[in-house]
């Protein structure tokens, strides 16, 4: 028998998609292992209201364990959390794709020795205990990680636990007292901002239309939108913007971002660096629009524009208006 514990991150009177997704899966699994999935929630009193708490049951968590503490920090979830697995014996930590989730699932791992797998797109249960699948070789293969240590600590990739419709089912709402290291106290929230992209997922997507550090500004993404909403595809990005933070990581293609196969991939001021072409070179259709005429990545496209993409950009999307409306 073995219980799970996931971390429910809320704003704004809401759950994220990912952490209900996660509670989703967590029941799933803990009915699997005889026993039973719980959420941890940290915030502001106001912010935790009996009714938000208790609509976790809804998605199958049978305990909400309720923390006072300040919201969007990492450093006090990780004591939060390892405080109840200690008292209540979790074997599993479970949190659904995020930076965030990312931050908060390493520290808990650090804290209770645990074993970790990151990036996780399913979770099974074999011979009673918890493997995790996690795809490794730019996605080509899928590895299956078991844990030896007490607690098992997984994370999930970005949407890849899908949150069901939440039942009339409700959880038991139980305030918990923590008493938070004084490191966990230093740093603040200072403001807050929703990144672009972040709920997209490209690798479904059967046309891309990528930006580089060409667009200029962050900005610059708004033409690339419009383009890919009249084609009925995604915006996708390199490494370079995502960091500068134009763009949501989770968008990013490339050796540490997303390896995708699309019909068309329309790469917009993107130089072709080798690390963001094994992300991409799969695709089945390759334009680049650059305007340096030794870019690297006229040497692997299908077809390559030389120019200014902020001319070239809103012109083409007015072209595939014009054809569509024909
Ligand atoms: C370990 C490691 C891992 C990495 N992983 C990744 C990864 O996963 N994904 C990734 O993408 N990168 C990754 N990188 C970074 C990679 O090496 C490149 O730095 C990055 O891909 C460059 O991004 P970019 O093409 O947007 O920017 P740049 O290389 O700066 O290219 C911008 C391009 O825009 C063109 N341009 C400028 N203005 C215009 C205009 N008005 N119209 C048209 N074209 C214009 C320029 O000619 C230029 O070719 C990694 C690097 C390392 C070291």
Known sequence: MMSILVYALHHEGAFNKNSLGAVTEGARLAVELGGECHALVLGEPAALGDELCDSLGGHGATRVFRVEGPEGLAQPVVDAMAQVIREQGHGCALFGGGLLGFEIGAGLTARLDAGVCMEVTGVRVQDGKL????????????????????????????????????????????????????????????????????????????????????????????????LAGVLGGAVAAT??????????YAAQIGQTGKTVSPKLYLAAGISGAIQHKVGMQGSEHIVAINKDANAPIFEFSDLGVVGDLNKIVPKLTEAVKARKGA
Do not use: C
């Not at 004084?182 to 997209?200: C, N, T, Y």
């Not at 490494?239 to 949501?248: E, I, L, N």
């Open 131 to 226: 493997v995790a699948e996690r795809p490794i070789l730019q996605d080509s293969s899928v590895s299956d990680v078991h844990f030896r240590s007490d607690v098992g600590v997984i994370i999930g990739r970005l949407n890849a636990f899908e949150p069901k419709a939440a039942s009339d089912a409700t959880a038991t709402v139980e305030d918990v007292s923590v008493e938070f290291a004084p490191h966990s106290l230093k740093a603040r929230m200072v403001s807050r901002g929703e990144q672009r992209g972040a709920d997209v997922n490209i690798e479904d997507a059967d046309i891309l239309v990528a930006g580089g550090r060409g667009l200029g500004k962050a900005e610059g993404f708004d033409a690339l939108e419009d």
């Open 239 to 248: 490494r370079a913007v995502v960091d500068a933070g134009w763009y949501s």
